[in-house]
């Protein structure tokens, strides 16, 4: 239980529907055996609904990979059409599926007019407002490549559409980082001794 949930708690410790777990070291309740079919059959639907387990876990990762899949392929077909009449076209490509620790997934070039590959390119799909999650790793990489490395946000409600253009952001280690206008959360820690 919730600190919010405290005072419901205690109603349903008054009235005998759940108790402390016999053994202390869990510190759960368990449920009156003449209340289990009750809870079965009412609450623990909405609780199951709540909960998010191991399977939808998994479902939720491969749902991303496949809208970070379409992202990178959709990326590459505008960076082919964006450099369309370059001569070195066919240089263009998603690295992501045989360089994994590269800190970005397309290899592109700056211009028409560049001869090396020197547009490195982070894809990251959303939907609604814009936003990503931004890995140690692809953070360094962006550091060293300054204003060689992109940041291509792909709406993927909008990414079926002819003329739809991501955003893009160059640089996106001083324009995103060191940038007020774009919201920050920690949500892990490496911790070592």
């Not at 009156?32 to 059959?41: H, R, T």
């Amino acid at each position: 239980f919730k600190f919010k949930y405290s005072n419901f708690k205690q109603l349903l410790i008054d009235f005998s529907f759940i108790s402390p777990h016999p053994d202390t070291h869990f510190k759960k309740y368990i449920i009156d055996g003449k209340y289990k079919k009750l809870f079965d059959k009412y609450i623990l639907p909405s609780i199951k609904k709540e909960m998010f387990g191991i399977d939808e876990l998994k479902k939720q990762i491969e749902k991303n990979n496949i809208y970070g899949e379409e992202a990178e392929f959709f990326v590459l077909e505008f960076e082919k059409k964006r450099l369309t009449g370059h001569s070195k076209i066919e240089k263009i490509e998603k690295i992501s599926d045989y360089h994994v620790n590269a800190g970005y997934d397309i290899i592109s070039f700056e211009t028409i007019d560049s001869e090396t590959l020197n547009r490195c390119i982070e894809v990251k799909s959303f939907s609604g407002i814009e936003s990503f999650f931004w890995s140690r790793n692809e953070i360094d990489v962006a550091k060293i490549k300054e204003n060689e490395y992109f940041l291509y946000l792909v709406d993927r409600s909008k990414m079926n559409n002819e003329n739809y253009i991501p955003t893009i952001i160059q640089n996106p280690y001083e324009n995103v980082l060191n940038k007020d206008k774009w919201k920050k959360r920690i949500e892990k820690y490496f911790i070592s001794t």
